[in-house]
C-alpha cells in the first residue's frame, strides 16, 4: 500500500477563539507561511529548510491594556501574555514533535526560534500578523497590531508547524484545558477583559 501525502489548503482559516478562567480571550489561526517568511526562510529558518511545506499559526492574546505605552505595569503584562504563549507553545511544539512532524515557537521578546537553531535575522511577528491577517499596525517605540475588536490591547506570538492544519487544530484545543483555557463556541461574544 501507498501512502500519498495529504494535500491540505488554507486560505483564511476561521480561528479557534478560547478564553481563560480570568475571561481572557485568545484567537488562534493557522495559515500558509507569508511570502517574505517564504523567500526569508533559510534566513530565518535555518532548520527548517528541508520542510517543503508547514504552516505558522497567529495567537492572539487579548492584553487588560492597549499596548502603545511602555509603563512598568504594560510591561508586566506583556511578560505574563509571554510566559503564557511560551509555555502553551512548548506544549503544543512538543506534542507535535512526539507525533513525528516540525514545530516551533517563535520567541516573541527576541524574534528567534526557541527549538532550532536561529537564523542569521529574527522574525517578526507584527510583520507576519499584518500580512496573514491584514491587521493595521501602528508605529510607536515598537510596531502594535490593532485588532478589530480589542484594538491595541493585543500580545501577538507565532507558532510553526509542519504538521497539517487538522493535527494542529485538534492538538491546540486538547491542551488548551491543561493551560486554563476552553473554547468559546463561534458566534459568542469573547469578554472584554
Not at 484567537?27 to 526562510?41: E, F
Not at 529548510?49 to 509603563?71: A, N
Request: net charge positive.
Amino acid at each position: 500500500m501507498v501512502n500519498y501525502p495529504r494535500v491540505y489548503t488554507v486560505e483564511q482559516s476561521c480561528p479557534i477563539n478560547l478564553v481563560g478562567k480570568k475571561g481572557q480571550a485568545v484567537q488562534i489561526s493557522i495559515h500558509k507561511p507569508s511570502p517574505y517568511i517564504c523567500a526569508n526562510r533559510e534566513r530565518i529558518l535555518p532548520d527548517w529548510q528541508k520542510e517543503p511545506l508547514f504552516w505558522v499559526v497567529i495567537f492572539l492574546q487579548k492584553s487588560q491594556y492597549p499596548l502603545v505605552k511602555s509603563t512598568a505595569e504594560i510591561e508586566r503584562e506583556k511578560e505574563n501574555l509571554r510566559e503564557k504563549f511560551m509555555r502553551f507553545g512548548c506544549d503544543l511544539a512538543f506534542n507535535l514533535r512526539d507525533r513525528g512532524y516540525f514545530a516551533d515557537l517563535i520567541d516573541p521578546r527576541t524574534g528567534y526560534p526557541l527549538l532550532s537553531r536561529p537564523g542569521v535575522i529574527p522574525h517578526n511577528d507584527t510583520a507576519v500578523v499584518k500580512a496573514l491577517l491584514n491587521y493595521p499596525v501602528l508605529k510607536n517605540k515598537c510596531c502594535v497590531i490593532v485588532h478589530p475588536t480589542w484594538g491595541t490591547a493585543v500580545y501577538p506570538s507565532i507558532f510553526l508547524s509542519a504538521a497539517p492544519p487538522m493535527i494542529v487544530e485538534w492538538e491546540v484545543k486538547s491542551i488548551a484545558s491543561m493551560h486554563g483555557w476552553q473554547e468559546v463556541e463561534e458566534g459568542s461574544v469573547i469578554s472584554s477583559q
